[in-house]
């Protein structure tokens, strides 16, 4: 960036935390409108409105995660509340109304990046407390939950470091997982047609792509842990498919997964212990919870040895 452009971001940064409504709605829509929805903000006090217009009415789940998301980076002046109203361009009455507490939440990217950056909404997505979490699902029908976790700390060793880098993404039915990001070789979006078919083996094996050079395993994610499958060709036919590459030692695997977020900072003394009620199927490959970001951690080792286990199976 040029010393222009920078002093213009910074500027832009600066009336938006002032709370300027325009500006705000400036920042919504330069992401939104990839999504054909356009935001309207006024500011009422203590209370900052986001009125949300597409045809057909959008969805509350991924905008209402996004603002949350983008104010919550904002942390605007004298702003507590945001209300959020999403209608039909062809109707008067919104079709649904959402109320949230901005509260802080760990994020590695900075607001200025993320300004930078050409992602959507569905790329800048995170998982919003779990206090209004139920509300959100009761406006488009129920979806699968993971169970709570209990309340007993995980013992932490003290040769962890304080802090380390995780990797959010989405399993099942848009539940937040994470993975350490130190077992992250790459993010690839794969061409369906690059990848060599391996018959007769696990349902959750989708085949071999050439990485680099490699012959790297690709796997559901969603399958391997119980859910219905991201990789359903005959019924959900797609070009390309998002890859997550682990390294664990000297072993590949990649995993299929819906949607990759970003990346976040998280304590590891915050850490507790899965859930006992999660399937086993499930719960085998879960290594922690973490209450402040709504998530499971998912066990990187586990997982690719699973995958060494069963990708030979007839």
């Given at each position: 960036?040029?010393?222009?452009q920078?002093?213009?971001t ?5 009336l938006?935390?002032q ?12 992401k ?10 006024k ?7 986001v ?5 057909p ?11 949350y998301?983008?104010?919550s980076?904002l ?8 209300k959020?109203l ?13 109320q949230?507490?901005l509260?802080?939440?760990p994020v ?8 930078e ?7 800048n997505q995170?998982?919003?407390p ?6 959100e699902?009761?406006?488009e029908g129920n979806q699968?939950?993971l ?6 700390k ?13 990797l ?5 039915s ?19 047609a ?6 007769h ?11 680099r050079?490699?012959?790297l ?5 969603n ?13 959900m ?25 970003e990346i ?6 915050n ?6 009620l ?11 919870y973490?209450?402040?970001a709504?998530?499971?951690i ?7 040895q ?9």
């Amino acid at each position: 960036m040029s010393k222009e452009q920078i002093s213009k971001t910074s500027q832009i940064l600066k009336l938006a935390r002032q709370g300027n409504p325009n500006v705000i709605a400036g920042m919504l829509n330069h992401k939104l409108q990839h999504e054909g929805i356009i935001a309207k903000v006024k500011l009422n006090d203590s209370s900052l409105l986001v009125l949300l217009e597409a045809e057909p009415a959008p969805k509350p789940g991924a905008v209402v995660r996004f603002i949350y998301h983008t104010i919550s980076k904002l942390k605007p002046n004298s702003i507590d509340t945001v209300k959020i109203l999403g209608r039909s361009l062809t109707e008067k009455q919104p079709a649904w109304r959402k109320q949230i507490k901005l509260e802080s939440i760990p994020v590695v990217l900075d607001l200025s990046t993320w300004l930078e950056s050409g992602s959507t909404v569905r790329t800048n997505q995170v998982d919003y407390p779990v206090s209004w979490q139920k509300n959100e699902h009761n406006s488009e029908g129920n979806q699968a939950q993971l169970p709570l976790p209990s309340s007993v700390k995980v013992s932490v060793d003290t040769q962890l470091p304080p802090q380390e880098k995780f990797l959010r993404f989405q399993v099942g039915s848009g539940n937040g997982a994470l993975l350490q990001v130190n077992y992250i070789q790459a993010i690839l979006n794969v061409s369906v047609a690059e990848i060599l078919p391996i018959p007769h083996t696990a349902d959750s094996v989708i085949g071999i792509y050439n990485w680099r050079g490699e012959m790297l395993w690709l796997l559901d994610l969603n399958s391997l842990l119980g859910f219905p499958g991201v990789w359903q060709p005959k019924d959900m036919p797609r070009t390309k498919i998002m890859v997550i590459v682990l390294q664990v030692n000297s072993k590949l695997l990649g995993l299929v997964v819906s949607q990759v977020e970003e990346i976040e900072q998280h304590h590891w003394q915050n850490l507790q212990p899965p859930d006992r009620l999660l399937p086993l199927r499930f719960g085998q490959f879960v290594k922690a919870y973490l209450p402040e970001a709504s998530s499971i951690i998912l066990d990187a080792q586990r997982i690719v040895q699973a995958a060494l286990d069963i990708k030979y199976e007839v």
